[in-house]
């Protein structure tokens, strides 16, 4: 097990009081490596118009939870497994049918939602689980997780270096990325799993019904703010970590006491509207 | 930039067929193109153009062959495709775009000097220098069409696949891309397929035509193989490219033109004299015989196909291959 205490020492030198407890201090670190990579992902799941299916892939770590229950695999591991299985799924049907992606989508989507509630009506006990899938629970994150957010930061940077030129070729016109020698499925299979597994950890720092929000949010202020497809990609990581930030500090303060994932998002919509304005003054410049 | 006229790989589509859930798209299409030279693919909506260019660059799987000569290596191809889909709010500015399949550097650490001096070479070619900085998003149809051009001339291909690439461009934007198509060729010398429903453009621009409905009707030059039987045959309209094709038995309108039994009229033969008369002075007064362009020399294929309709049918590529 890797060891963070150099770091929580490095985050309680902010003279935030909330940030000199414990918990505290792992969350915003979970937070700090969540948060850039989904807004980096963001940033191609926008340009694929691939919303829904992040969205779906939400939806199905509930049913993870439920395979779990049955298998009698952990929660933890069950979910993030269960979404790449969903993602590569909807992504070779997507492929290889002639539906159109949101109907594909939709009815995955149906399905394993109505397989997650099916499984949970039956069994009891799992009030709990319910309860941190709907609205997130990054306070409760173990070092072990932060381990393997960890892997996953340098995995997704890694892809970022060698993928954003090809994932945005791929995005304009695949069957031209195709012909000029990108190998499309392979950057397409790799984006849906690598997808698939920060929307799961998503999933657990602001719950189901603001995971599209925060791959979303922070790419589509970036598109406003941006003057280059390379600056997009930092304006997003800019604004989907300090949204990350500001949130969960914000949301420990005792006078708002907050849910932390939804004033996370909160922050990231204030970036949204303050970007909606710049744009359309750089807009009326360029007009 | 490096002429590739040497390798550019002739193509040769032997009994291609293809079906999809039960329909016939591709029947036993029997089709060449010629290294170095512009093919054509002509025919109606649904005729199985695009598909058949799709087989070609492997997007789909099919039944017959497809040999492309010059080796066993696989030619380097470049795709035109109709358009991107991008919404205008993607801050991708046309260097960039140039940049995604020249350079590894992600876009996030920004764009070489080399990429961004290759960019600006590109555009120049295109005659686009002037939009390197603009972003994709709020170029015209045909600024984007020759910006796409640019991108698939960067691969200094040996075969270039364009599907439909000016379509819905004006006519004078059509009519550039065209012309900077052609030079293109010209220099690098790469073999070109392409789809098109300008026909005149396809009549003034391409060396080696194939009419295409689900079979092939008919190929050839364009000057043997656009003749307005296999026109009527193809699209099911009277469209007459070539004056000397016309059917003197069917004038036409007199006030219009139009040719058809809707315009069946009493035809007024002292003006169809006249007229013939003022075009063989025309054609008299140039030597290649194009009207359109003079001091341009027509396309090879044009030039030496002076041919007839009845030559045309005795013709060995000229004739019909259903």
Redesign the interface.
């Known amino acids: 097990m890797p060891d963070f205490s150099p770091i929580y020492s490095l985050i309680s030198l902010i003279p935030l009081d909330c940030l000199q407890m414990r918990f505290m201090q792992q969350a915003l670190l979970g937070l700090l490596l969540l948060a850039p990579m989904a807004s980096v992902l963001g940033v191609e799941v926008i340009?694929f118009r691939m919303a829904f299916f992040s969205d779906a892939i939400g939806h199905s770590a509930f049913a993870g939870v439920a395979l779990g229950l049955i298998l009698a695999v952990p929660p933890r591991l069950a979910m993030p497994l269960f979404g790449v299985l969903v993602g590569f799924g909807i992504m070779a049907v997507r492929r290889n049918s002639d539906l159109s992606s949101d109907t594909v989508i939709g009815i995955v989507f149906s399905a394993v939602v109505a397989f997650g509630l099916a499984v949970v009506s039956r069994a009891e006990g799992v009030a709990r689980d319910i309860q941190q899938f709907l609205y997130g629970d990054i306070l409760t994150i173990t070092p072990g997780e932060i381990g393997f957010l960890l892997l996953l930061f340098v995995a997704l940077l890694v892809f970022?270096?060698?993928g954003?030129?090809?994932l945005?070729?791929i995005?304009?016109?695949p069957?031209?990325a195709?012909?000029?020698?990108?190998r499309v499925a392979l950057w397409q299979y790799a984006f849906a799993g690598l997808l698939a597994l920060v929307v799961m950890f998503s999933v657990w720092a602001v719950g189901v019904l603001l995971v599209t929000a925060m791959l979303i949010v922070p790419a589509a202020t970036a598109?406003?703010l941006?003057?280059?497809?390379?600056?997009?990609?930092?304006w997003a990581l800019l604004v989907g970590t300090s949204s990350a930030f500001i949130g969960l500090t914000l949301s420990a303060q005792a006078w708002l006491a907050t849910a932390s994932g939804a004033t996370i998002i909160l922050v990231a919509c204030c970036w949204f509207a303050l970007s909606l304005v710049a744009a359309r003054n750089s807009g009326r410049r360029?007009a | 930039m490096t002429n590739n006229a040497q390798s550019a790989p002739s193509l040769c589509f032997d009994r291609v067929s293809l079906s999809r859930g039960g329909n016939r798209i591709l029947d036993n299409v029997c089709a060449t193109a010629p290294g170095g030279g512009s093919t054509v693919l002509v025919g109606p909506n649904g005729a199985g153009k695009t598909t058949l260019l799709?087989c070609l660059?492997g997007?789909l799987a099919y039944e017959g062959t497809i040999c492309v000569s010059g080796g066993e290596r696989k030619p380097r191809?470049?795709?035109?495709?109709q358009?991107?889909?991008?919404d205008r709010?993607?801050?991708?500015?046309v260097a960039?775009?140039l940049?995604?399949?020249r350079?590894?550097r992600?876009?996030?650490?920004?764009?070489r000097p080399s990429a961004r001096s290759e960019a600006r070479r590109l555009l120049r070619m295109v005659k686009a220098e002037h939009l390197e900085q603009s972003r994709m998003g709020?170029l015209s149809g045909g600024e984007l069409r020759r910006v796409l051009l640019a991108?698939?001339l960067a691969?200094e291909p040996e075969l270039l696949?364009l599907d439909e690439p000016a379509a819905g461009v004006d006519v004078r934007g059509e009519r550039l891309f065209w012309e900077l198509l052609d030079e293109a060729r010209r220099a690098q010398g790469f073999t070109q397929i392409m789809v098109s429903h300008n026909l005149p453009l396809v009549a003034h621009y391409a060396t080696h035509v194939v009419c295409l409905n689900k079979t092939v009707c008919a190929m050839g030059a364009p000057r043997a193989t656009l003749i307005s039987s296999t026109l009527m045959d193809l699209f099911g309209v009277p469209i007459h490219l070539y004056p000397d094709q016309c059917d003197p038995q069917d004038p036409g309108c007199p006030q219009c033109g139009a040719v058809g039994e809707g315009a069946s009229l009493l035809p007024d033969y002292a003006a169809i004299k006249r007229r013939e008369a003022a075009r063989l002075a025309v054609m008299a007064a140039t030597k290649d015989g194009c009207a359109v362009c003079p001091g341009e020399s027509a396309p090879a294929g044009a030039a030496s196909a002076e041919s007839t309709r009845s030559s045309a049918e005795t013709s060995p590529d000229g004739g019909s291959h259903a």
């Open positions: 340009n970022q270096a060698t954003y030129n090809r945005m070729y995005a304009l016109n069957v031209m195709r012909v000029h020698g990108v598109r406003n941006a003057r280059s497809a390379g600056g997009m990609f930092w360029r | 799709l660059i997007q191809t470049a795709y035109v495709p358009t991107l889909s991008m709010s993607l801050p991708l500015r960039e775009f940049a995604l399949g350079q590894r992600p876009l996030w650490l920004g764009l709020d991108a698939a691969r696949v």
